[in-house]
């Protein structure tokens, strides 16, 4: 009885342990493959449809996340297959403008005045969230830096720009120096913000870090580092002048009616319509407007005030 | 079926430790296997989820710019940093592969075999390639709520269970190092233990077989005298090797107090001695069973002594019960016999012990059974105290005995009775002397009144004589007168040897008392009668005491009593027959016996008792006065003896030729103190 008794105990302390280790997992699905099945995979290719392209000021997400619902209103209202693609820098963007790869051209005025060049012509302009068609450059510092007062001050300092083609966040505000005497010499250092995207927020951060003296930004560029830094330590030491802002431009030998089919959509945008000035919002803008050439020969004198684009002189089609 | 019961301590100590040890580290094998294997497999699935969301994070730009280089680059980056990736690819939104890690072709199988369901972020399915299983992980990338294209991943699990084997080896090799290890221990732990257990077994062996003696290594003990050098002498514990001192009562040490053992282990518990000297339980087990052996023997000891002095007693109780012809008995609550005595059970016919259980229909017939029962059950009711005298008539019509019995309660502590208890002595011949005694009283006053009418009556008897022989002096003697005379003076004569006879009954006549040979006194009255008997047929032959005794006493009287049992005895002889005298000297009781045995017809039994009263007589009416008997009686109870009667004759006393017509015989015993006044009591003769 004894033995019988203890071997029973056995069986339970030896089975309990078998049924839970004999439990499979309830969460594995089995699926048999057979990987001696192979086929060479072909690239697809992309579907025919018009291209539309977001100069990379940030990065393809944030471009994506930007224009996505615009190309698809405008895919919407003109019944056209629009694709955007994403160029990885400005000068890839200028130069699949020039070769026909980019249709649809969203750009700041200094690489339009460029891909101007190639034939691009603008259609488009926007407003800006401020909520004129124009915008401005910034010179800003740190409050707590005494030996910059004014734009004078500014000479012999380390400064951080956005980017040498970047209109608001370098060009502008080198124009500005230029007016004051300021060269580009004058500087103990001249730096870029690093990569592809987040450029203005970087070279607000670098300077804020006081790694430098000074920096240059679009204007309305410290709303987006707000939560990060503190405003009270941010000084505007100057504001450009305005120039117009960023522009849509087709590419060369893009069919005028699918121009205008775009056009159309885009002018139809309204802040007044929900759905549109969520579309608007997101694009970082509050409407489009009909924008022509000579609208940016404003940004073409500063060009040449900067000695820009001295390879090709006429950068004006209308050279009046 | 037992087995287990039958198997050595030490066995079943290697075995259960064995089992403990197999079945712990059976268990911990398995779900530490199974933990471990469920951890790493957890890890291993982290892991893809991890490199996959990673993938899909870093792959969001290429995807967007459609950008096959970085996304290769990334593929094949992720499959050489870690090698229990197996693949990677990457789908367009439309999941067309736009970049895979296999260098020759892809497996079209794959695509459909992971299937992200909208609004998942991920997806795990098993993939079984037949060589291998491959956790594939499928997660979308999804921008703005868009799916710009799918990464999958696949991870090997093979090398996740090949670390969970390894483990499941470690784990087993280092459970066998372990079971040995603990088989080890174990043999030597139980080697130790049944050692000591075998001690003690064999020490319990000892005392069962009654070796109570502690033969324990004095060595081993350290008293406490020793290490406390106390030199109390007084101390029980003083040199006691034998013993602990906590086992020991009545220690002198301050800390022990009053108690005695076990209440004093109390304190001894506290103790120095005690925490440094005792050992583990098998030890104190040990040292328990020297106490309980000592005690033990000492119990025993007692016991033997207290058994033999109850013994002692018992035989004494039964000695004097058993010897004392008082029957003892003693009848319990329920009538049954608890014990009776040896004179009891004879008169039973029984043994003693036959008798225990018994009741008393089981021994007596109704009428004794009932009358016992009845005073047996009085008593129980009533705790009355009986004390009577009965008769016992036997059935086997032995003379009838009279008993005196008492009856009394016995009470238990509780002053209930639990039994009566009955002696009955056996009063038949105090019966007999009381009956003798009322005769003899009886035998003086019928004396004192014949005495005294004899002696009125002897005068004017003497007168009457007197005158009648006168008168016939004076009548012719041929005359009718003087015949008449002569009746008269006989007659007269005859009341005067009455009388006479009547006053040597009464001892109112005087005896002289002299120095006399018994042997002779008898061999003068034999010469004289001889003659007549012979013819008679009768012959007379004398066994005599050859010391011829020298008694004091009356010649002439006690020839008289001779004279009258010769002549009684030849009156009960007709047609002749033997008489035989017979003396016998008896220095130490200082007694001479006669005893005359006839061969006549006897005496009937119911006249034994009677023989001796005045007057009685068998004989025909003018034959016998009645008084020979009686005045012998008188002669010898003057000479300060006894006289009895026997009939018929007991056997060896006439062995002679007997001739045809003899009959039952009687036999007459005399006995006299050679010095009459200094006779011990007579009681009763024996041949």
Known sequence: MKIGRLLTVLVFVVLIPLVFCGCDRDDETIVHVDMSKREDIKVPEPEPAITYAYLPQYSHTVSYQRHNPLIEYLARETGLPIRQVFPDTFEEHRRMVERGDIDISFSNPMTYIRIAQSGARAFARIIEPSGSPTFRGQIIIRKDNRLIHSIKDCKGKRWIAVDPLSAGGYLFALGLFLKHGITTDDFSEINFAPGPGGKQEKAVLAMYAGKYDLASIREGSLDIVKDKISMDKIRILATTQAYPGWVYAARKGLSPEIVEKISRAMFKLSMNDSTQARILSTAGMRGIIPAKDSDYDSIRDLAASLGMFRENNSFREDSN | ?????????????????????????????????????????????????????NLVLRSVDPLLSVDLLQLKTMVDEITEVDSDVVYAFIEDERGRILVHTFSDGFPVELINANK???????????????????????????????????????????????????????????????????????????????????????????????????????????????????????????????????????????????????????????????????????????????????????????????????????????????????????????????????????????????????????????????????????????????????????????????????????????????????????????????????????????????????????????????????????????????????????????????????????????????EMCFNNSILEVVQLVTHTFKLENVSIITDLDDRYPIIQGDPEKLKQVWLNLLSNALEAMNGGGIVKIITRLDTQDMTITAFFADSGYGIAKKNLNSIFDP????????????????????????????????????????????????GPGTLFTITLPLEPGKEKEILSSEF
Not at chain 2, 21 to 40: E, G, K, P, Q
Not at chain 2, 296 to 319: C, F, G, P, S, V
Not at chain 2, 643 to 661: A, H, Q, R, Y
């Open chain 2, 615 to 662: 007057f009685f007589s068998t004989k025909p009416v003018g034959k016998g006065t009645g008084l020979g008997l009686s005045v012998s009686f008188g002669i010898i109870e003057d000479h300060g003896g006894k006289i009895s009667v026997t009939s018929p004759l007991p056997e060896g006393i006439l062995e002679e030729e007997l001739p045809e017509e003899a």
């Open chain 2, 1 to 53: 079926m037992n087995l287990l019961g039958r198997l050595r301590f030490r066995t079943k100590i290697n075995i259960g430790i064995t089992v403990i040890v197999v079945m712990t580290a059976l268990i911990l094998a398995m779900f530490v296997t199974r933990m471990a294997s469920d951890a790493l497999v957890q890890e291993a699935r982290k892991r893809g989820r991890v490199l996959t969301g």
């Open chain 2, 116 to 514: 992200v369901q909208s609004g998942s972020r991920m997806n795990i399915v098993t993939i079984d390639t037949g060589k291998e299983k491959i956790y594939d992980f499928a997660a979308p990338v999804y921008l703005v709520g868009k799916k710009i294209g799918t990464v999958r991943l696949g991870l090997s699990r093979t090398k996740v269970q090949q670390v969970t084997n390894s483990l499941i080896l470690a784990i087993s090799m280092l459970t066998g190092l372990a079971l040995a290890m603990a088989v080890l221990v174990s043999t030597q732990f139980a080697k130790r233990i049944t050692a000591r257990i075998g001690m003690l077994r064999e020490h319990a062996e000892n005392l069962v077989k009654g070796n109570l003696v502690v033969n324990r290594d004095k060595k081993t003990v350290n008293t406490c005298h020793e290490i406390r050098n106390c030199g109390k002498r007084d101390c029980p514990a003083w040199q006691d090797n034998l013993r602990r001192c906590w086992y020991i009562s009545g220690t002198k040490c301050p800390e022990c107090g009053e108690n005695n053992y076990p209440d004093k282990l109390t304190n001894c518990r506290n103790c120095d001695i005690y925490i440094n000297s005792s050992g583990d339980e098998i030890q104190e087990l040990t040292e328990t069973f020297d106490v309980m052996a000592n005690t033990l023997k000492y119990h025993i000891e007692d016991l033997e002594t207290a058994q033999k002095n109850i013994l002692r007693q018992q035989k004494l109780l039964q000695t004097i019960l058993s010897v004392s012809p008082d029957q003892v008995s003693l009848v319990g609550t329920d009538l049954t016999y608890m014990a009776v005595n040896a004179a009891f059970a004879r008169s039973c016919g029984k043994k003693e012990e036959e008798i225990m259980g018994m009741r008393d229909e089981d021994l007596f017939n109704e009428e004794i059974s009932n009358k016992r029962k009845q005073e047996v059950i009085s008593i129980f009711s009533t705790g009355k105290i009986i004390n009577k005298e009965n008769l016992y008539q036997p059935e086997d019509g032995d003379p009838a005995q009279w008993f005196h019995t008492i009856r009394v309660p016995v009470y238990d502590e509780d002053q209930n009775i639990t039994g009566v208890l009955s002696t009955a002595r056996d009063i038949t011949e105090l019966k007999s002397y009381q009956s003798q005694l009322i005769q003899s009283q009886k035998m003086e006053s019928v004396g004192k009144l014949a005495g005294g009418v004899a002696h009125e009556i002897n005068t004017p008897l003497g007168i009457i004589l007197g005158y009648a022989q006168l008168l016939q002096e004076d009548v012719d003697p041929e005359s009718q007168i003087y015949a008449d005379l002569g009746i008269m003076e006989k007659q007269a004569r005859f009341c005067r040897k009455i009388v006479a006879d009547l006053l040597g009954f009464s001892r109112q006549t005087t005896s002289d008392k002299i």
